[in-house]
């Protein structure tokens, strides 16, 4: 049953003039009484084949001319290079054999006609159907792009040697604030879906050193944006003796090593998708600048911007931002009074704490938040009393302080979001296969 031939070889020309089985899916099919065009879809690409009646005989002329789109087959045929076909090849069939048909009664819903309402945007329909529609071409190029981003993730880090470490999803108190906590029932009790895996690396930095996840991290965003969902992909780092500017350093090395990886790995998936590759080519290459908050805070009053000195940069901040950037840029130092208490304070002015975001051109955002970590126990009681946040559930985490606390910091990137900017998606819902916001948890 194994598979040995995929359709981008073919299309590639590993197979001219020579006779193939391969297998998958109709894409499109259409034609006469005497010859059938069948466009066949696999994972790698998609090809034309040619089906005369004269040729395969009647009983399979008729089982090709009525098989609906999706249904799955067997084909043999000549492989045929032919410049007017798309991909530059066709099959010229000899057999076929359906494997799995489609009842003409539930023919396939995601039609031509369904994706063009839906006009790039994704319709309830779309959304309630999202189990098929993965097989459109648009999703199953984002799904690829989406995996060479986690390799690259991956591959960064353990090529400098960090160890992959896994945190509980099951958690007692909050990292990123209590309005964004999902409450689960435990035992009679209550517990919480973790907002990020941060906290448990702390812990395990005095053992590790330098330490990274891939992990999904739970927050209840109630309001809908297009870069929020209820359940993201978080991949976090956390590395001991290290400065905001070494933390900040490897944040740029792994967003430049994941532009590269897609320069590789997923140049046809950008093309496809509309993206500039020079501009990739200099997420890859260029240096991302850093630019304290009291800046970013004069540059937006200079735009004539309501924004006031303390408060944190939502979306519409950062979008008129980014909109003067060619590259990431990195927001440093910003007002203790909009971070939380685990951000170290800058022993230079007690003002500011010790972290940065990075945010994304094209008016894309923030995609990083980090810095250097309160690591002294005293400073850590200090922060938590002036924030009033009670103790009970963060004592493990002192406790990290009290047996030889040394200096620390760490980074938490939105897997999805990366993906979105660089696939140049409108919406965060459209790199990820089955998205989770406010109103959804089906299919
Ligand atoms: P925002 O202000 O945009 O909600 P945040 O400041 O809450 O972000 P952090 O707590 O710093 O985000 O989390 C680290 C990273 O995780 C963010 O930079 C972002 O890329 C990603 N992230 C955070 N919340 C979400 C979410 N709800 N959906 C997708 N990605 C998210
Ligand atoms: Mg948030």
Redesign the pocket.
């Known amino acids: 049953m194994a598979k040995d031939i995929w359709i981008g070889d073919v299309q590639n020309g590993d197979y001219d003039g020579q006779e193939v089985e391969l297998k998958g899916w109709i894409k499109r099919t259409r034609g006469s009484n005497k010859i059938r065009f069948v466009v066949l879809r696999d994972s790698t690409g998609t090809i034309q084949c040619v089906a005369k009646r004269d040729v395969v005989g009647d009983d399979a002329f008729e089982a090709i001319a009525s098989a609906l789109i999706e249904s799955s087959l067997i084909v043999r045929g000549t492989v045929n290079v032919d410049e007017r076909s798309e991909g530059g090849h066709e099959l010229v069939v000899s057999g076929i054999e359906i494997v799995g048909p489609v009842d003409p009664e539930r023919p396939f819903p995601i039609t031509e006609s369904a994706m063009k309402a839906a006009d790039g945007g994704e319709t309830e329909f779309l959304l309630d159907n999202r189990h098929l529609y993965l097989r459109t071409s648009r999703m199953t190029t984002m799904l690829k792009m989406r995996s060479s981003v986690f390799g690259a993730i991956h591959s960064y880090f353990r090529d400098l040697d960090f160890v992959e470490y896994q945190a509980p999803n099951f958690v007692a108190g909050a990292?990123?604030g209590g309005s964004t906590l999902f409450e689960v029932p435990y035992f009679g009790r209550k517990a919480y879906l973790t907002?990020?895996w941060q906290l448990y690396a702390e812990a395990a930095m005095p053992a590790l050193e330098r330490l990274y996840t891939i992990a999904p991290?739970f927050?209840a965003?109630k309001s809908r944006t297009r870069?929020?969902?209820?359940e993201?992909w978080?991949a976090e780092m956390e590395i001991a003796w290290a400065s905001n500017d070494e933390v900040m350093n490897h944040g740029e090395g792994v967003v430049r090593h994941i532009a590269s990886t897609l320069l590789d790995e997923r140049r046809e998936e950008l093309q496809s998708l509309g993206r500039d590759l020079e501009l990739i080519g200099r997420y890859a290459d260029s240096p991302f600048p850093r630019m304290r908050y009291d800046e970013a805070i004069e540059i937006l009053q200079g735009k004539g911007v309501d924004v006031e000195w303390g408060q944190?940069l939502?979306?519409s901040k950062e979008k008129i931002l980014t909109q003067d950037f060619e590259v990431p840029h990195f927001l440093t130092h910003y007002p203790k009074v909009a971070k939380p208490f685990y951000h170290r304070v800058d022993p230079e002015d007690d003002k500011y704490v010790l972290c940065h975001?990075?945010l994304a051109p094209e008016g894309y955002?923030?995609?990083?938040?980090?810095g250097e970590r309160t690591w002294s126990e005293q400073e850590i009681l200090a922060r938590l009393e002036e924030e009033g946040t009670p103790k009970e559930a963060y004592q493990f985490y002192i406790d990290t302080r009290s047996y030889g606390g040394v200096p620390h910091g760490g980074?938490?990137?939105?897997v999805?979001?990366v993906c979105s900017w660089l696939g140049g998606a409108d919406h965060?819902r459209e790199v990820i296969p089955f998205p989770r916001d406010s109103r959804r948890v089906t299919p």
């Not at 870069?227 to 209820?230: A, K, P, Q």
């Not at 980074?411 to 939105?414: I, M, P, T």
Request: cysteine-free; hydrophobic content about 30%.
């Open positions: 990292v990123e907002q990020s991290s927050r965003e870069r929020h969902l209820t993201f978080h944190d939502d979306y975001d990075l955002g923030e995609i990083i938040g980090g980074f938490g990137l939105g999805d979001r965060i």
